[in-house]
């Protein structure tokens, strides 16, 4: 079977950093996706690494080591609206993804 | 386009009924993707479209589900003989031919079954 693993929870403050990490252990890799989910609505997408590295979008980096089977999603001077799930997906053989349980984050006043 | 619709929104069902769920996805997308997804977990790859052939099923796809496209557009997905353990929220994903080919979600049919 496919195996990610992700936290289950983290808090932080409004305008901190938080870090997210996913390790995953898959039969196939054509590349990791971060979902963004707010309770009671669609998953959507954040941002998708297929090489070694990191790939940074606005508020919103993510890093991809394939030889470690690890992803992390850094999510910067955070605020009140990015409360919400966060979701580390492979997609594998036939472009379907393989989700992980998600990681609820409260952002703080 | 709006993205990808879904229809019903909610649906309660009593066990032993039969259900059936709508998905159009955005157009030109010719890769449709439903997934279930229960509380606190990630979603679950339940079976994949590529135009109208149904290129793959999970093992999670019981007898009692049945999914269509059939002219390659909108797809439906049928639970018959529902089950309490049916409830869930059911998801549904297209993309693009080509490019990054990230899946684009529907706001999903929340069934309860009673």
């Known amino acids: 079977g496919q195996n990610i693993d992700q936290p289950t929870e983290m808090t932080a403050t409004e305008g901190a950093i938080v870090q997210i990490n996913c390790t995953y252990q898959?039969?196939?890799?054509?590349?990791l996706f971060w979902y963004q989910q707010h309770a009671g609505e669609a998953p959507t997408f954040l941002s998708y690494?297929?090489?070694?590295g990191l790939e940074e979008k606005g508020r919103f980096s993510s890093f991809l080591s394939r030889s470690k089977g690890y992803s992390y999603l850094l999510l910067k001077e955070l605020q009140m609206k990015d409360s919400a799930s966060y979701l580390c997906?492979?997609?594998?053989?036939?472009?379907?993804?393989?989700f992980g349980a998600g990681t609820t984050v409260t952002v703080r006043a | 386009d709006t993205g990808v619709s879904q229809d019903p929104r909610h649906k309660i069902t009593k066990r032993g009924q039969n259900v059936t769920f709508r998905c159009d996805p955005i157009?030109?997308?010719?890769?449709l993707y439903w997934y279930r997804q229960t509380l606190g977990q990630g979603p679950e790859f339940l079976t994949y479209?590529?135009?109208?052939?149904?290129?793959?099923k999970s093992r999670l796809l019981s007898d009692r589900f049945s999914a269509e496209r059939p002219k390659g557009s909108f797809s439906t997905l049928e639970i018959q003989r529902t089950e309490q353990g049916d409830s869930a929220m059911y998801l549904c994903?297209?993309?693009?031919?080509?490019?990054?080919?990230?899946?684009?979600f529907g706001q999903g049919t929340r069934l309860t079954v009673v």
């Open positions: 994903a297209s993309s693009p031919p080509v490019g990054v080919t990230e899946a684009f």
């Open positions: 898959t039969s196939g890799f054509n590349g």
């Open positions: 997906a492979v997609k594998m053989e036939g472009y379907k993804l393989s």
């Open positions: 690494n297929v090489l070694d």
């Open positions: 479209f590529q135009n109208e052939a149904q290129l793959e």
């Open positions: 157009s030109e997308h010719n890769r």
